[in-house]
T-cell receptor
Framework: DAGITQSPRHKVTETGTPVTLRCHQT?????MYWYRQDPGHGLRLIHY???????DKGEVSDGYSVSRSKTEDFLLTLESATSSQTSVYFC???????????FGSGTRLTVV | GDSVTQMEGPVTLSEEAFLTINCTYT??????LFWYVQYPGEGLQLLLK?????DKGSNKGFEATYRKETTSFHLEKGSVQVSDSAVYFC?????????????FGTGTRLKVLA
């Protein structure tokens, strides 16, 4: 979507390796989010950020860390990838509560 | 905690049929409610929203009414098209939380046949 890009779009990695996914926005929004999408679970929040260096955990944060050193970039790191982390990962930005999210196009991650 | 429950899919309809996708919610406060649509291979897009009781959100022929008494936000469309085939997600957020976090339902896949 215009204003928010995710990279890479696809990645295959081996169990036990670290992986970093990147979310980049050009909208200068304060709030950014990482979700994972899995069949039967919908979208579940991993971590979110409410400003540079300000982050907090979501409902499924175990095994993940995030960093936000600049307003425009929000990085998600799988410290030691496991097969259970095979998923589609979406980044989102929010203007404020009632406006809804703008989502990136997603990263499909496969851990083998 | 807050939660969103959607009807199980997939829903398969013929073109021009009437669509209803049920969504109910549990919330401690006064949430804002949303429907998102996801086309194959893409991210989610905001379809419509309602921010207070009795509000009706509408977009592209889809409608949903915020019913506080039944804690529901059902999605409807009078005449579906093949191009409406997608996965639909109901979601809520609590505006007073200050975190702007959203809670999503599990999604309902719609398939429209020509």
């Amino acid at each position: 979507d215009a204003g928010i890009t995710q990279s890479p779009r696809h990645k295959v990695t081996e169990t036990g390796t670290p992986v970093t996914l990147r979310c980049h926005q050009t909208e200068n929004h304060r709030y950014m989010y990482w979700y994972r999408q899995d069949p039967g679970h919908g979208l579940r929040l991993i971590h979110y950020s409410y400003g540079v260096k300000d982050t907090d955990k979501g409902e499924v944060s175990d095994g993940y860390s995030v960093s936000r050193s600049k307003t425009e970039d929000f990085l998600l790191t799988l410290e030691s990838a496991t097969s259970s982390q095979t998923s589609v990962y979406f980044c989102a930005i929010s203007v404020q509560d009632n406006y809804g999210y703008t989502f990136g196009s997603g990263t499909r991650l496969t851990v083998v | 905690g807050d939660s969103v429950t959607q009807m199980e899919g997939p829903v398969t309809l013929s073109e021009e049929a009437f669509l209803t996708i049920n969504c109910t919610y549990t919330a401690t406060g006064y949430p804002s409610l949303f429907w998102y649509v996801q086309y194959p291979g893409e991210g989610l897009q905001l379809l419509l929203k309602a921010t207070k009781a009795d509000d009706k959100g509408s977009n592209k022929g889809f409608e949903a009414t915020y019913r506080k008494e039944t804690t529901s936000f059902h999605l409807e469309k009078g005449s579906v098209q093949v191009s409406d085939s997608a996965v639909y997600f109901c979601a809520l957020t609590e505006p007073t939380s200050g975190t702007y976090k959203y809670i999503f339902g599990t999604g309902t896949r719609l398939k429209v046949l020509a």
